[in-house]
Nanobody, 120 residues
Framework: QVQLVESGGGLVQPGGSLRLSCVIS????????VGWYRQAPGKQRDLVAT???????DYADSVKGRFTISRDNAKNTVYLQMNNLKPEDTAVYYC??????????????WGQGTQVTVSS
């Protein structure tokens, strides 16, 4: 019943910006953390940024100072603001969350992914 739907990807020139959105819906008792991951063709899926329920964040070294993860609790939406984009940022970006749906019942959930292409 839990669903994550990403949007906001597209084609952008180096130095440009994009904001990705991820709407989380379904049975949610408590969200432990949310995050963004990315995967380029032929590569493994890597962490980009995470945000825990206490407000703590963690970023990959390659995106520090350029990307910002945030949440809008009223809209149950997580964002990834991406500035000063580089060609090496090109990948499919996936939204992830670890959450409880009931007491002692938790799982990890993934969105379908949204393509980000950075090219001149």
């Amino acid at each position: 019943q839990v669903q994550l739907v990403e949007s906001g990807g597209g084609l952008v020139q180096p130095g440009g910006s994009l904001r990705l959105s991820c709407v989380i819906s379904g049975e949610i008792l408590h969200i432990v953390a949310v995050g963004w991951y990315r995967q380029a063709p032929g590569k493994q899926r890597d962490l980009v940024a995470t945000l825990n329920s206490g407000g703590g964040t963690d970023y990959a070294d390659s995106v520090k100072g350029r990307f910002t993860i945030s949440r809008d609790n009223a809209k149950n939406t997580v964002y990834l603001q991406m500035n000063n984009l580089k060609p090496e940022d090109t990948a499919v970006y996936y939204c992830n969350t670890r959450l409880y749906t009931a007491r002692s019942v938790w799982n990890d959930y993934w969105g379908q992914g949204t393509q980000v292409t950075v090219s001149s």
